[in-house]
């Protein structure tokens, strides 16, 4: 599972895998768009949402598929504990803030938004007539989508994500032999870190589609699993080999997350959250890496040493043309650790060497 989701709606998420296939709400939902009857359903019962409650009548009661079908035939709302495991109310009329904006056109479902969005709750709409399950979270609306429909988004999707994987994968490539010539410029470094994004947001997208497509998502999950690997471990320290003195890869990550796509997509607005002095719109400059990413590869080295080490140093450049006797004069390295740096070191470039005239 990627575990980085930078801009994702948790509350939407939790939601949806609350009425994912396979569990008991969903079983009641679907029970009531085949009964053609609409339901309204608050996935909260906080002294918030009691309080906009007028009517209706104390159930207090295990929720079941069955109870929640025949509580719907009732034209009200029905109040579900957060959990999930009782129906406290049932019948009950709701009074949301009528000045919270909402952009639908039914009662049913301009309720549903404004109580969603005035007490930050999950809440379920089914319309009557047409069967369409709506769910409203975290500011959000997410229609569900037929199952069969939704797994093919999802395949399709995990076919684009490898494409992407695939071109970071390049970037990253031509980034660490550029590193190793000492001949990085600001492009190759916002490329890979453009790529990295563009794979983390598609990969969001199908985490929420595993989530809404519940049991029914394994395969899904074991290969998206598979595909994203350690994505941000490596994009983490990617981009902490470039950033000023001050400045934490998590910042540059998150502000990349907020950018809009066609944003993304331009190199210059990606370089800008890389905070580096001069001109960031200037893509051929040339920038010196510290060395972090090749010295997490060594075997065992602490991160607190391989930060010590690239401190040292100040620059991959440096580091490179140490000396055993070079880096035992950082504290906390010793003969063993030295000798693992500079093998690591010369395999990387080897490797590099080999692959870029393979």
């Known amino acids: 599972m990627p575990s980085r989701h930078r ?41 918030d949402v009691l309080a906009i409650c007028s009517g209706g009548f104390l159930v207090d009661a295990p929720y079941s598929p069955q109870r929640l079908s025949e509580l719907a035939k009732m034209d009200g709302a029905i ?66 989508q037929d199952i069969g429909r939704l797994l093919d988004r999802a395949n399709q999707a995990l076919q684009t994500l490898e494409r992407y994987k695939d071109r970071l994968d390049d970037a990253i490539a031509n980034l660490t032999g550029v590193e ?39 395969l899904l999950r074991l290969q998206l699993d598979e595909i994203y690997g350690d994505i941000d471990d490596e994009l983490d320290l990617v981009v902490a080999d470039y950033l000023p003195a001050g400045r934490t890869a998590a910042e540059t990550l998150a502000e990349m997350s907020r950018l809009h796509d066609d944003d993304v997509l331009d190199l210059r607005k990606a370089a800008a959250t890389l905070h580096r002095e001069g001109d960031s719109a200037d893509l051929d400059q040339e920038v010196s890496p510290k060395g972090l990413r090749l010295l997490h590869r060594v075997h065992r080295l602490p ?27 950082v504290e906390g390295v010793d003969e063993p650790t030295a000798a693992s740096i500079k093998d690591t070191l010369e395999r990387v470039t080897e490797s590099t060497i080999l692959d870029q005239y393979s």
């Open 7 to 47: 801009g994702a709606n948790d509350e939407l998420r939790n939601a949806l895998g609350h009425v994912a296939p396979g569990t008991p709400l969903r079983d009641g939902i679907d029970r009531v768009v085949r009964a053609k009857a609409g339901a309204l359903l608050v996935l909260d019962d906080s002294p």
């Open 79 to 144: 109040i579900i504990s957060t959990d999930g495991g009782r129906i406290a109310r049932a019948n009950v009329h709701l009074v949301p803030d009528p000045t919270v904006p909402t952009s639908e056109t039914g009662t049913r479902h301009r309720t549903a938004e404004r109580v969603a969005r005035s007490l930050k709750v999950a809440v379920v709409s089914a319309s009557e007539e047409m069967g369409v399950i709506n769910v409203y979270a975290g500011g959000s609306k997410h229609q569900l």
């Open 180 to 218: 190793l010539e000492d001949i990085v410029t600001l492009r190759d470094v916002v490329a890979v870190v453009q790529r990295g994004e563009m794979v983390h947001r598609i990969a969001d997208e199908i985490e929420t589609m595993i989530i809404e497509l519940g049991m029914d998502a394994r």
């Open 303 to 329: 991160a607190g040493a391989a930060t010590a080490v690239a401190d040292h140093f100040g620059g991959l450049a440096r580091l490179q043309r140490a000396s055993l006797a070079d880096l035992m004069g």
